[in-house]
């Protein structure tokens, strides 16, 4: 059916008087928590070992499982790594942890400030990355062998480092011993202000 411009009704408005969509809906105030923030209860380790700036993001899950990532005030943080190595010792390949079953049979364990792995950076520097959290390493992240720099790009995404099962009997004593997100940010603010 053909039609004539006659057959066109003109409602009367003016296309510069209707809003947007986006200046019609206001969706800040419905958007969904994301996936971390749902399940997850972030906490930071701090000065790991007592070293200065070996800070660590511990996401904490509703079933007890640690995943581990550097915080943005890591020395790494601002750093290039050129790659990272999993061989911590003679006998212990980090990325060669195999477990079974749902006890994690034949994990690797971790203590806090143990090294799940080293980094060596484009400035020569070699950094041992440290478990903040003791307890069963449940797996390391593989892809940080292929793309070392997502651990500064993307540390609460694909750059996490390890995912770390504390023992049941020890987890509220672990989790008491790392900071809320409100004392690492406190904590952070008074030292910038020294």
């Given at each position: 059916?053909?039609?004539?411009?006659?057959?066109?009704?003109?409602?009367?408005?003016?296309?510069?008087?209707?809003?947007?969509?986006?200046?019609?809906?206001?969706?800040?105030?419905?958007?969904?928590?994301?996936?971390?923030?749902?399940y997850y209860e972030s906490r930071y380790a701090t000065n790991v070992n007592e070293k200065p700036n070996q800070d660590y993001s511990v996401l904490i899950h509703s079933n007890n499982l640690c995943i581990l990532s550097l915080a943005?005030?890591?020395?790494?943080?601002?750093?290039?790594?050129?790659?990272?190595?999993?061989?911590?010792?003679?006998n212990t390949d980090r990325l060669s942890n195999i477990m079974t079953g749902k006890g994690k049979r034949g994990a690797q364990i971790v203590q806090a400030g143990s090294t799940l792995c080293k980094v060596h950076c484009s400035d020569g520097e070699e950094h041992k990355i440290l478990s903040a959290v003791p307890g069963k390493l449940v797996q390391m992240n593989s892809k940080l062998a292929e793309t070392p720099n997502i651990m500064l790009t993307k540390p609460d995404d694909l750059g996490f480092i390890a995912i770390v099962l504390p023992q049941k009997q020890r987890f509220e004593k672990i989790k008491d011993g790392l900071l809320t997100k409100e004392q690492y940010t406190t904590r952070n603010s008074s030292l910038t202000e020294i």
């Open positions: 059916m053909k039609m004539d411009k006659s057959s066109v009704y003109d409602f009367g408005i003016d296309d510069d008087s209707v809003p947007s969509i986006e200046q019609t809906v206001d969706i800040s105030k419905d958007v969904p928590p994301t996936v971390v923030q749902r943005p005030t890591h020395v790494l943080m601002g750093k290039t790594i050129d790659k990272i190595d999993f061989q911590v010792s003679g």
